[in-house]
């Protein structure tokens, strides 16, 4: 009997959490979910009410895009501008209606022609994952342009190396072959398959339940702040792939797991975006992140590379930094690490400039 | 799931929580797995050997931190025992004095090396480069501040002054060790009296319901207003006051009371959260807050606020520097020294320093005004009357709260500069009206109003109303019955309000103010 009160009371004390957080828009920032292809996905027609940096209030829509809705039929007037990047792209630091997307289709539509941009921007997502999301989501709209964002720290996203490939985020990742070729390695996603498969229900739990987007946050936030916590998962999961032989790794991986060169490998992707877009009758513009304060070396190395590939290529290099430099208050740019709404009024400036070009 | 790989905000956490062990400290989730295992091992045990446990649990909890300043705690216990047994034994006056006097080098030399070297030694340099008689830049030395030494020194001190006054020290050094590391107030207090302590390890209680249902009480309590007020309140006064220059002066009072109120939940929810600790332990530690932001004058104010440094700075500075027994020039002269050391004890810097003597500043106008008060009321009974109206008392407390958001401001800024600024930035009365206006654009405002603050401030505020206001407390009698009554309801209650300090949580891990003093 006493059990039974406990659930009683523990069932109301959940309903009315679960009405006091909806009331507040609290547990709302869940707004992804496991996939065994791209490693992870937008949930579709969630609202997610962003409050970790910055603060936006939205709808992603319902093919799980940060955007409004867009049909996939074009209309022979239009011309249609894809834009690819990660969680810089995707923006959910402000707005939707103040995004980079969002304002570049209010400058590119100046009376001559209809501009539809598509923002197809995902938290996380390397320069490969990019490349998919391309071809599988971007190419059904028949882009006029496809505009990437290449951030910081994307190389490094690109592909595994052997040492950390057991600790790895489970994505698709890429390699070299031995002919130089461009390889794709979904070894990671099929050691973690199973954890990939998300049950229905919790898709369900992801859409519709604040208490579970509470639980996730919480998770999230532990994860990042907490040593103990993170040593914990870590020995469980351990524990449970000791069980598991299905997850063994070095039996899924491919023969190729040489250390790889990050940035070859960012650079051949970049080649076959190019590819793609010139398949597709499609330009192709590579915008770089503006690293105003010359903080990583090694970002500071690629830029000058890209421009060289984009040269020698045959497509289009936007290096941000300068029109950011350029501005009164650069830090008021960017809210810590990503674009405040002023900064994506930059990007959208430099971009339509960019793009009537041509 | 939010955000399963995302490099940037990996890059901010590695900068946010450095390289080395990992501290239990109460808002972490280390604490959440530590006290429920010393909980359940203290009960468990024999009485015999729980004080040696908690000790050894304190030491854990303590050297999570940085394991060599175990060290610290150890000599320092060892040499406070040492020095109360040679006080206490000692039978001339004067033997006695040397052992205190050598007691208090030692515990202030301590302090002085840790937490004021580089103090002394950059003032000193500011002032030989102000006259031009050195050309140097600032030396500064590496030396760490070890966690909670104000504290704890100043339990020491309290400890063998005591003795030396009359009372009888601690004869078991593990009671002596216990007194001196236990975990629920060894960083941030409140500073514990021994004779008290003394008494409960002496006569350690036996298991009582009461202890889980109080304390479990107050570490929620305590948990909700560190977590869900305190660290939300801290994120827009550090906003506000980074941006200062730039602040509208409505930016500017929201970013000052958002620091009166975040420094208010910071620490007296730690004391909550410590003093749940001790109760479910058995232990009892003291309060340290009263409403003060009820206070209806700054005498009132130190009254509630911090009352265990109050008390301590009353009976080991104050009364012993004379008191008020010297007539009112020697009050006066006691109370700015006392206040000024106050802000020094705070902070090793200039503008703590300042802080505490604005703060003498206003105990003295407050005890003349009071003063003139009396001597008009005993003439006119209409002032009198005036005084005991609601409408005094609620101006007295108004009053009472604008001057401590102003010395908080002091305690907050940086330096002098950004106080002045501030200050000025306050005043502005045709831009405040400005600001008013253009409020929904102002990014400060829109964060306090997006926040979980605007329900969880008025929450507690209504949960405090209902706490002590008279006319609840029928109610609250009837609830209460059936609130002990209903294990499953209590229960529910627990993870109810636990999933809400987790959910109005910021992202940011923030460690409490009063770590740093």
């Known amino acids: 009997m006493k059990y039974l009160s406990t659930m009683v009371w523990l069932v109301i004390a959940a309903v009315l959490l679960e009405g006091l957080f909806a009331w507040l828009a609290i547990g709302e920032q869940e707004f992804l979910r496991p996939d065994t292809r791209m ?22 829509n319902k093919r799980g895009e940060r955007d409004i809705e867009h049909a996939i039929d074009k209309s022979p007037e239009t011309r249609r501008v894809i834009l690819l990047g990660d969680s810089v792209c995707e923006a959910l630091q402000v707005p939707m209606a103040a995004t980079y997307a969002r304002r570049l289709q209010g400058l590119l539509n100046d009376g001559s022609q209809k501009w539809e941009t598509i923002n197809l921007g995902c938290s996380g997502y390397s320069t490969g994952q990019e490349l998919l999301a391309l071809r599988d989501q971007g190419l059904q709209y028949k882009p006029d342009i496809v505009a990437l964002l290449y951030s910081r720290g994307d190389s490094l996203e690109n592909c595994v190396q052997p040492q950390t490939r057991a600790t790895s985020e489970p994505r698709p990742y890429f390699y070299l072959g031995n002919d130089g070729s461009l390889q794709q390695d979904d070894s990671v996603l099929q050691a973690n ?18 208490l579970y987007g509470v639980w996730s946050q919480v998770n999230f936030n532990l994860t990042l702040t907490d040593k103990i916590y993170n040593r914990l998962i870590k020995n469980y999961k351990q524990l449970i792939a000791r069980f598991d032989q299905s997850q063994s790794m070095t039996q899924i991986a491919p023969a190729a797991l040489q250390p790889q060169d990050n940035f070859a490998v960012t650079q051949k992707l970049i080649s076959r975006f190019n590819e793609v877009c010139k398949q597709n009758n499609a330009r192709f513009i590579l915008m770089t992140f503006p690293d105003v304060s010359n903080l990583d070396p090694e970002f500071a190395r690629q830029v000058p590379l890209l421009k060289q590939q984009a040269a020698a290529q045959g497509f289009e290099i936007l290096d941000l930094s300068p029109a950011f430099r350029a501005q ?20 959208a400036q430099s971009l339509a400039e960019q793009i009537k070009k041509k | 799931m939010i955000l399963q790989k995302c490099p940037r905000y990996d890059s901010l956490d590695r900068s946010r929580t450095g390289k080395g062990a990992p501290s239990v400290l109460f808002n972490s989730f280390s604490y959440l797995l530590f006290l429920p295992i010393v909980f359940g091992i203290y009960w468990a045990i024999p009485r015999r050997f729980r004080v040696v446990f908690l000790v050894i649990a304190s030491y854990f909890f303590y050297m999570s931190w940085r394991p060599i300043y175990g060290l610290l705690i150890v000599a320092l216990t060892a040499i406070n025992f040492g020095f109360g047994h040679m006080i206490a034994t000692a039978n001339a006056r004067t033997t006695k004095k040397t052992w205190l006097i050598t007691g208090l080098i030692a515990n202030l030399a301590c302090l002085a090396y840790f937490k004021y070297t580089n103090f002394m030694v950059e003032s000193y340099y500011s002032v030989r480069t102000a006259l031009g008689t050195i050309d140097l830049t600032k030396q500064h030395f590496d030396i760490l501040l070890p966690l909670g030494i104000s504290f704890f020194t100043f339990e020491f001190i309290h400890y063998i002054v005591d003795i030396y006054r009359g009372q009888k020290p601690i004869t078991r050094p593990l009671d002596f060790a216990l007194f001196a590391s236990f975990f629920p107030s060894q960083i941030a207090g409140p500073i514990k009296r021994y004779e008290d302590f003394r008494l409960q390890t002496e006569n350690l209680p036996s298991y009582n319901a009461d202890y889980i249902n109080a304390g479990t009480q107050l570490l929620l309590q ?173 101006a007295a407390i108004s009053i009472t709260f604008v001057l401590m958001v102003f010395t908080w401001l002091l305690f907050r800024a940086d330096d002098m500069h950004q106080a002045s600024r501030m200050c000025a930035s306050m005043f502005d009365l045709a831009g405040l009206a400005q600001g008013m206006q253009r409020a929904s654009s102002s990014e400060l405002i829109l964060e306090f109003v997006r ?18 206001h008279a006319d609840t407390q029928a109610i609250l009698g009837a609830f209460k019955r059936f609130w002990l009554a209903n294990l499953g309801l209590r229960i529910a209650f627990c993870v109810a309000i636990s999933i809400m300090v987790l959910a109005f949580a910021p992202g940011q891990l923030t460690p409490f103010i009063y770590f740093q003093f």
């Open chain 1, 328 to 347: 009164k208050h650069v830090s008021k740019m960017f809210l810590q690490v990503h674009f405040s709404e002023a900064g994506h009024a930059v990007v």
């Open chain 1, 39 to 60: 490693g992870t996905v937008h949930l579709r027609d969630k609202l997610v009410t962003w409050r970790l940096e910055g603060y936006s209030r939205d709808r992603l």
């Open chain 1, 193 to 210: 398959r199973r954890n990939l498969q998300s049950p229905a229900f919790l898709d369900y739990l992801r859409t519709n339940s604040h």
């Open chain 2, 222 to 394: 305590g948990f909700f207003k560190k977590v869900a007020l305190g660290d939300n309140l801290g994120l827009i006064a550090s906003h506000g006051f980074t941006a200062y220059a730039t602040n509208t002066p409505a930016e500017t009072w929201l970013a000052t009371l958002a620091f009166t109120f975040q420094i208010f939940f910071d620490f007296s929810g730690y004391t909550d959260i410590g003093r749940g600790s001790a109760l479910l332990l058995g232990f009892k530690v003291p309060e340290n807050f009263d409403i003060p932001y009820l206070a209806t004058s700054p005498t009132d104010f130190w009254n509630r606020w911090h009352k265990s440094l109050s008390t301590w700075l009353r009976d080991y500075l104050f009364i012993p520097l004379g008191g008020s027994r010297h007539g009112k020039a020697t009050t006066y002269r006691n109370l700015i020294i006392t206040m000024g050391l106050s802000g020094l004890w705070h902070g090793a810097a200039w503008h703590f320093v300042i802080w505490g003597l604005v703060h003498a500043a206003l105990l003295i106008i407050s005890k003349e005004w009071q003063s003139a008060l009396d001597r008009m009321q005993s003439t006119n009974h209409a002032i009198a009357a005036l005084r005991r109206s609601s409408a005094w008392n609620a």
């Open chain 2, 451 to 468: 926040s979980s603050l605007v329900f969880s401030l008025p929450a507690y505020g209504a949960y405090c109303w209902v706490k002590n």
